[in-house]
């Protein structure tokens, strides 16, 4: 046991003082170890105790509810859609109108803070006419539609084609950024 006395208690530094009161128990004449050491707690108990915060489940049901409303505030025709997340991968169920929408839906839930993968489990509505499926480009820094059509088509001019297929997630063909995930059609003959 170590002892302190009242020189010591009075006339030592605050920040010497403060790191003895929280690393030992200080009593009046005497200061005890407190023996420190790894507590293990139930990972999303608090949240359910304290009434404060929410747990991963929560926060998983409330992130699928957001990209579900995302999905239907564009007007994206999807029968019994159902999107599932757990960690950072969303996983989506319906039947898409055609193929465009199908994949559009992908990209709205993919390019979402948080999210790094889709799971795309969606059928689509047999068709008249088959739809290609199209090619997906990640935007890098110093890409512009005009360059990335240059790259698919071979013609900077066709970048309409590609922010007509991107639309309504995209506003205008200025407005893509590093990270996004663009759809590219192919050209009809």
């Known amino acids: 046991m170590v002892t302190t006395n009242f020189f010591m208690s ?5 920040s ?6 929280k690393m030992y128990i200080v009593t009046s004449l005497n200061i005890k170890i407190r023996n420190m050491g790894l507590f293990s707690f139930i990972k999303n108990a608090g949240a359910r105790v304290f009434g404060i915060g929410k747990t991963t489940e929560e926060e998983a049901a409330e992130a699928a509810t957001n990209l579900r409303n995302a999905v239907e505030t564009l007007g994206f025709e999807v029968a019994d859609l159902n999107i599932g997340v757990e960690d950072d991968v969303a996983t989506v169920w319906g039947e898409a109108a055609n193929q465009a929408t199908r994949e559009k ?4 839930i993919g390019n979402t803070e948080g999210i790094a993968s889709v799971d795309d489990r969606m059928t689509v509505a047999l068709a008249e006419i088959e739809e ?4 997906f480009h990640t935007v890098a820094s110093g890409d512009t539609l005009g360059k990335i059509a ?4 071979g013609n900077a001019m066709k970048y309409p084609v ?6 309504p997630m995209l506003s205008h063909p200025d407005k893509i950024y590093p990270g996004q995930v663009l759809r590219i059609p192919a050209l009809e003959a």
């Open 10 to 14: 009075h006339f030592c530094p605050y």
């Open 16 to 21: 010497l003082w403060f790191f003895l009161k």
């Open 105 to 108: 839906v992908v990209l709205v």
């Open 132 to 135: 290609p499926a199209a090619q």
């Open 150 to 153: 240059k790259t698919y088509y």
């Open 162 to 167: 590609i922010f007509e297929a991107n639309k």
